[in-house]
């Protein structure tokens, strides 16, 4: 691909970006607490794992050693 090709693409994809609506940080913020708040019981780093059968990352094998 030739130089001005790629400038061209380039300028193209500065252009989309431009167009973007974008939300201000402080709203977003707010937004996000909200949602992580109002997720906070299924968050299994929090609360955990209701039953070690649930919990996907357990050891299968206990290692023993004889």
């Not at 030739?2 to 937004?31: C, G």
Request: glycine share 2%; proline share 3%; aromatic share 6%.
């Amino acid at each position: 691909m030739s130089s001005l090709a790629q400038q061209r693409r380039i300028v193209e994809q500065l252009r989309r970006e431009a167009d973007i609506k974008r939300a201000r940080a402080s709203n977003a913020i707010e937004d996000l607490k909200k949602y992580v708040v109002e997720h906070e019981s299924e968050d299994f780093l929090l609360v955990g794992f209701h039953s070690q059968k649930a919990n996907p990352f357990r050891e299968k094998n206990p290692c023993v050693l004889i």
